[in-house]
């Protein structure tokens, strides 16, 4: 048995290589398992991309009998992969590794998505910056398009939803991905950005969100911003009056509100744009204070929100946006 299963790791390790580049013999691969799960990274010196994949059980235990979501997550600016994965602070440790925790947040929504196999790809770079990476490379969204279809067909056999998810920079890959496509594929069933959507322009994306949305009552659309607009940083505005994403977030809410009916609401802190019977998710944050809430947006159970908002799980995982964390059980060392 054990046998059987370092042949299937290698056969699916050696599927790794050759879907995510080109040269395969120059490509690092490594497994290690927590628990329960299985990490396998994919380092490619050609395209100088990496790639930790989470799966929720070893290989041989992921059966099509069980449906999978495949999520593709994009770093922020300036992440490790370890950072954003988080882990249990300890004395000495880099206040980074508690901003984000998304391996804790996966953890809860393995729980609470008892019926799926949740997998997480985590997509990051060697610059540590998807922006300046798109710079460096002459086809960056075929590339990143490249990517994405090569993730997605590793687990083929598993007839995967896929969810495109984001934060911070990682706003950049996903509007690369939308740069590269003719139409958004009907497999993608999420679209989701955590304070990532700086480059979204109406005149690019705005007809590919609308035709994806309208082509399937199973395609789902998430916004998470605050008011980046009133910050001052070093004494100087954090973004430009129309780069940050509360301007950018409130574009996107305008242009789409052309093509479907939204309804708004508000609370002390929080402004809700939501269309499409919640298939369609604008949430903006305000800030009458003037603070940096920009990894606080993750932290607070976002990630948690992108994912099962306007689903049958949101009641199930009895969670707040913006609340307590509510995945703390979940940290690990």
């Excluded at 804790?104 to 997998?119: E, G, K, N, P």
């Excluded at 969100?209 to 789902?220: D, E, I, P």
């Excluded at 944050?285 to 306007?310: C, D, L, M, P, W």
């Amino acid at each position: 048995m054990k046998n059987a299963f370092y042949a299937c790791l290698f056969l699916f390790l050696l599927t790794a290589v050759l879907s995510l580049t080109a040269q395969p013999p120059a490509t690092a691969i490594s497994v290690n398992t927590g628990g329960r799960e299985q990490n396998i990274w994919i380092h490619n010196p050609v395209n100088k991309t990496v790639v930790l994949i989470n799966l929720p059980d070893s290989l041989t235990q992921l059966t099509p009998k069980k449906k999978t979501l495949l999520i593709i997550f994009a770093l922020p600016n300036g992440n490790s992969i370890e950072w954003t994965m988080g882990k249990k602070m300890e004395p000495g440790d880099d206040w980074h590794y508690d901003i984000q925790h998304i391996a804790a947040q996966t953890r809860y929504l393995r729980q609470v998505m008892s019926d799926h196999h949740i997998i997480v790809a985590y997509m990051a770079n060697e610059l540590k910056s998807w922006p300046a990476w798109k710079k460096q490379q002459p086809n960056g969204p075929k590339e990143i398009k490249r990517i994405v279809d090569s993730l997605a067909g590793m687990f083929a056999h598993l007839h995967p939803d896929i969810m495109l998810n984001s934060h911070s920079g990682g706003g950049s890959f996903l509007f690369g991905y939308l740069d590269a496509v003719d139409r958004i594929p009907e497999q993608v069933k999420r679209i989701a950005f955590i304070d990532s959507d700086y480059g979204y322009e109406d005149s690019l994306h705005s007809t590919k969100l609308v035709n994806w949305l309208s082509s399937s009552n199973k395609h789902f659309l998430n916004v998470l911003a605050y008011n980046d607009s009133v910050v001052i940083y070093n004494g100087k505005p954090l973004v430009s009056p129309t780069g940050g994403t509360w301007y950018r977030s409130k574009m996107m809410q305008r242009k789409l509100s052309e093509s479907f009916p939204f309804k708004q609401s508000a609370d002390t802190a929080l402004i809700y744009y939501s269309g499409l019977s919640n298939r369609i998710s604008i949430t903006l944050k305000t800030n009458t204070e003037g603070k940096i809430y920009h990894t606080e947006q993750v932290a607070r159970n976002g990630f948690i929100h992108t994912v099962v908002s306007g689903t049958k799980y949101q009641k199930k995982a009895n969670y707040r946006y913006w609340g307590d964390r509510v995945y703390e059980q979940h940290i690990r060392p």
